[in-house]
């Protein structure tokens, strides 16, 4: 006896797979880049101190995430491959976040639509330029999607309530000790909000820099910067 396969609408395969590709990135800390006059600041709340969701792909472009580590990890390792395979090709300068972005994109819409379970995942590629205007922040989501985002991304845990606590004090004049701070406060959940905490504690973050003046200040094509404990204190009483 054969048994019956039940149908299901693609409509309904696409949208059960959505949901369970949101829900798994709801449920990690939220991630915030920001670009500012000194750059692009990258604060995640993370207090691993090994397993980072923030790195370096290439000269001047970074990558954060959220979602499953496994998963967003061997991105990751793919974009730097990617990078570094074209920077050696052809030029340092044909290295983009465009390009990485769009072929993150075609990876991440492959895996939605022909694997069996999408990626828990959602990923920045931020390009540090030499003016800010110049900056280039893209957000792709499970699906492939691509947004060209301007001043902030927000992704994971509680973005809404973060992203709406960065939209009211994100302007483009701000350095990066007051762009972390405000990074860092966003990051402060409801219940440390009822405490009266004013921000998460150094310990609780992960954050990186790509600093706009990296070859003038540090003689070094290479903008990204990953900030320890005593570097972000230290950063943040420079506005004292």
Known sequence: MTQQQFYVSPEQLMKDRADFARKGIARGRSVVVISCED?????????????HKIGEIYDKIAFAAVGKYNEFESLRQAGVRYADVRGYSYDREDVTARGLASVYAQSLGAVFTAEQKPFEV????????PSQELDHLYR????????????????????????????????????????IRLAMRGLVTD???????????????????????????????????RLNNADITALLAEED
């Open 140 to 179: 792709l989501t499970f699906d492939g999607t691509i947004a060209d985002e301007h001043g902030f991304i927000v992704m994971g845990g509680q973005a809404e309530k973060v992203s709406s606590a960065i939209t009211d004090g994100w302007r483009a004049s701000l350095g990066f000790p007051q762009a």
């Open 122 to 129: 959602e990923l920045a590629v931020a390009e540090v330029g």
């Open 39 to 51: 750059g692009i600041a990258l604060v995640a709340e993370n207090p691993s101190p090994s397993l």
């Open 191 to 225: 219940t440390e909000a009822d405490l009266k905490a004013k921000a998460l504690p150094v310990k609780a973050v992960e954050v990186a820099v790509l600093d706009r003046m990296s070859e003038s200040s540090r003689g070094s094509r290479r903008a990204f910067r």
